[in-house]
């Protein structure tokens, strides 16, 4: 008897949301930075064993929205959270769940939705014990499903957090096939690993106005190459001279890292051409938004 369970992950921004994703399906399919709104649209992760199928959706952070591509991610992260079998709510431990936060698992709550509270970056208390009042006051107010502690960056609580959500796997044919880790199409992974590059390695005022396309990805027929080419966007001219850098530095120091991942993602030999182009206030134009694949529709 075939079982499958449709679970969001949702929290704060930076909670690990996306790190919890990778750490679960076993490979990297989600962009991870210490940057705020890393995710900027909902991704599936899959992961199935043995006859049962979960099918996972990483949401955008919960944030305040400051322009309309803001406004898109809320709305994703409100989608994402009907019309499932359960949640996953992120909360970072050494911070107090805020009232965006709490909201959010009250209309969980409401709606009769299974929510697992996972505690993450327990690797940073110095004692576990200030967990207990945390806990207490949260099953005060909302009930859980069950509560984890858990550090994605060391991997404690992930089997744990998997067996919770196996439990709530109803009866169901599955919808994907089993060594299927994702429905990101190629060039929409490709795209994302080049700008977590960006992202780790710009400066803070840059990185949230950038998008990458990638136009072309094509596997050479006479030798095991794989030629992808990109382009970087951003929303001003003196960004895109950060991007680029000084003789061209950090377009290739960001290419050369995301070359290497690609490399080791796909298996085989890549090319990868990356150019900056300039698309002013992009965020705010609803149009750009669609094209760059932003919009929850």
Same mark, same amino acid.
Not at 91 to 96: L, Y
Not at 202 to 215: K, N, Q, R
Not at 222 to 248: F, Q, R
């Given at each position: 008897m075939s079982r499958t369970a449709?679970?969001?992950?949702?929290?704060?921004?930076?909670?690990?949301?996306?790190?919890?994703?990778?750490?679960?399906?076993?490979?990297?399919i989600a962009s991870v930075s210490n940057k705020a709104q890393t995710t900027r649209t909902r991704i599936t992760g899959i992961k199935t064993i043995d006859d049962v199928q979960l099918v996972f959706f990483d949401t955008p952070g919960l944030h305040k929205p400051i322009n309309k591509l803001s406004e898109h991610m809320l709305n994703t992260v409100r989608e994402s959270v009907s019309d499932i079998d359960a949640v996953i709510f992120m909360?970072?431990?050494?911070?107090?769940i805020n009232e965006q936060e709490l909201n959010l698992l009250k209309s969980l709550n409401e709606s009769k939705m299974p929510?697992?509270?996972?505690?993450?970056? $327990?690797?940073?208390? /110095?004692?576990?014990?200030?967990? *207990?009042? @945390?806990?207490?006051?949260?099953?005060?107010?909302?009930?859980f499903q069950a509560v984890i502690p858990a550090s994605v960056i060391d991997g404690s609580g992930i089997d744990i957090i998997e067996n919770e959500i196996i439990k709530l796997a109803q009866e169901s044919p599955h919808y994907f096939p089993e060594d299927m880790i994702t429905d990101q199409p190629e060039k929409v992974l490709a795209a994302e690993m080049i700008r977590e590059k960006l992202l780790m390695l710009?400066?803070?005022?840059?990185?949230?106005?950038?998008?990458?396309?990638?136009?072309e990805m094509t596997e050479r027929e006479?030798?095991?190459?794989?030629?992808?080419?990109?382009? $970087?966007?951003?929303? /001003?001219?003196?960004?895109?001279? *950060?991007? @680029?850098?000084?003789?061209?530095a950090m377009l290739k120091k960001a290419s050369t890292a995301a070359r290497i991942e690609l490399e080791e993602f796909f298996q085989i030999k890549v090319n990868l051409q990356c150019w900056v182009k300039v698309k002013e206030d992009w965020r705010n134009r609803e149009g750009l938004i669609r094209n760059f694949g932003l919009s929850e529709k």
């Open positions: 449709f679970i969001t992950i949702a929290g704060r921004t930076n909670a690990g949301k996306s790190s919890l994703l990778n750490a679960l399906i076993g490979e990297k909360a970072d431990c050494t911070k107090k929510v697992i509270l996972v505690l993450n970056k $327990i690797d940073l208390l /110095k004692n576990k014990d200030g967990l *207990i009042p @945390i806990i207490a006051e949260l099953s005060s107010q909302i009930d710009l400066s803070d005022e840059v990185p949230h106005g950038i998008a990458v396309g990638v136009e006479d030798k095991d190459i794989l030629d992808i080419s990109a382009v $970087i966007y951003c929303e /001003k001219e003196s960004h895109k001279g *950060i991007v @680029i850098g000084k003789k061209g």
